[in-house]
């Protein structure tokens, strides 16, 4: 099974394109943290990000382009996806990118933003 489960803030403003018949794709950059700490003989620990590249697909990409800005605290589940590719200069280069399959924004509603309608 290749699941993965990610809560974390949004780095950038997302990245949305159409491709093919109207088809919304979406991509945004994802920090996830996780707490820095104290050993029990006084040694801090600081806190560790990562950085994650989440790709949303058609009414999900639409979401995101909608109600999605760079800060907001989102809930990703999805799927990882590895891929290669040469660059310009002739380097392998590897990419790892979540695929999105569901996606609920956590972030509080300001009070100058319109509420998701029914659909």
């Known amino acids: 099974m290749n699941k993965v489960m990610l809560i974390g803030n949004v780095g950038a403003e ?12 979406a991509r945004i950059s994802l920090a996830t943290t996780e707490r820095g700490y104290t050993l029990p003989n006084g040694t801090q620990v600081p806190d560790h990000t990562d950085w994650h590249r989440v790709i ?6 639409e979401v995101v382009e909608r109600y999605v800005h760079k800060g907001d605290k989102l809930y ?13 200069q002739g380097q392998r280069r590897f990419l790892t990118e ?19 309608p029914n659909e």
């Open 14 to 25: 997302p990245e949305i394109r159409y491709v093919e018949a109207g088809k919304a794709v």
């Open 56 to 61: 949303l697909w058609y009414k999900l990409a």
């Open 76 to 88: 990703i589940e999805g799927r990882i996806r590895y891929s290669t590719y040469d660059d310009k």
């Open 98 to 116: 979540i695929w999105a399959d569901n996606m609920e924004l956590l972030s509080p509603k300001s009070q100058t933003t319109d509420a998701v």
